[in-house]
């Protein structure tokens, strides 16, 4: 079975351009108390369509009161297409009629 390619998502790190690249600047605390794990991984299953496997909510080491989230993404089965509710309408309301598929590029997706 061939895999497709896997990822992190970080939250808690800001960045800044240099030369046209985005570097790692500097941790920028995530609160514990802001962040529900449960509703993130309930959320990614009700909005992309077929749900990812193996998703994994944690937070880095925060033996000095530094919090970092990261999700982290393993690698999914090779040419399966996933799709997410559009954008569209309401802000926080997806419609169940349209979807969009996110592609990557570089260190974005749209």
């Given amino acids: ?4 390619s896997c990822g992190v998502l970080v939250l808690g790190i800001a960045t800044r351009l240099v030369d046209d ?10 609160d514990r108390a802001s962040v529900d794990r449960d509703q993130i991984r309930k959320l990614m299953r009700a909005r992309i369509t ?8 944690d937070w880095s080491d925060d033996r000095q009161g530094v919090c970092v ?4 993404v393993p690698a999914q089965v ?22 969009a598929v996110p ?7 749209h």
Avoid: H, K, Q, W
Wanted: proline share 11%; glycine share 8%.
């Fill in 1 to 4: 079975m061939t895999r497709a």
């Fill in 21 to 30: 690249v985005e570097i790692l600047d500097r941790i920028v605390p995530v």
């Fill in 50 to 57: 077929p749900a990812p496997r193996g998703v994994s909510v």
């Fill in 69 to 72: 989230l990261y999700i982290d």
């Fill in 78 to 99: 090779a040419n399966c297409l996933f799709v997410v509710a559009a954008p569209v309408g309401r802000p926080g309301t997806p419609r169940t009629d349209t979807v």
């Fill in 103 to 109: 592609m990557r590029e570089a260190d974005g997706a």
